[in-house]
């Protein structure tokens, strides 16, 4: 069974830094892409940051220049670097592992970390 796990998030104030990791247990294969994920109280899931296996990046206009994704494809994760935080930026961040194979796609959640950002 594939799962993921996230850790890294915390409480942090305003201007501060934090590193999310999201490592993948129990896969045979590696992810075709990887993607973070957040989702504020009362609010959609929003889509933060994507880098596919060959390292396309993709980033949200509201983390842009801030957040830096990174993967790691022989350990299978991928990490979230988080800078100049906002407390706007609270919220659970979930990874999503995303493979393709013949046509199919099988997405992959963690279970999320709560990152808490205090003006």
């Known amino acids: 069974q594939v799962t993921l796990v996230e850790s890294g998030g915390g409480l942090v104030e305003a201007g501060g830094s934090l590193r999310l990791s999201c490592a993948a247990s129990g896969s045979t294969f590696s992810f075709n892409s990887f993607g973070w994920y957040r989702q504020a109280p009362g609010a959609r899931r929003e889509l933060v940051a994507t880098?596919?296996?060959?390292?396309?990046?993709y980033y949200s206009g509201s983390v842009k220049g801030r957040f830096t994704i990174s993967r790691d494809n022989a350990e299978n994760a991928v990490y979230l670097q988080m800078k100049s935080l906002k407390p706007e930026d609270t919220a659970v961040y979930s990874c999503?592992?995303?493979?393709?194979?013949?046509?199919?796609?099988?997405?992959?959640w963690g279970q999320g970390t709560q990152v808490t950002v205090s003006s």
């Open positions: 880098i596919s296996i060959g390292g396309s990046i």
């Open positions: 999503k592992g995303t493979r393709w194979v013949a046509g199919r796609t099988s997405e992959y």
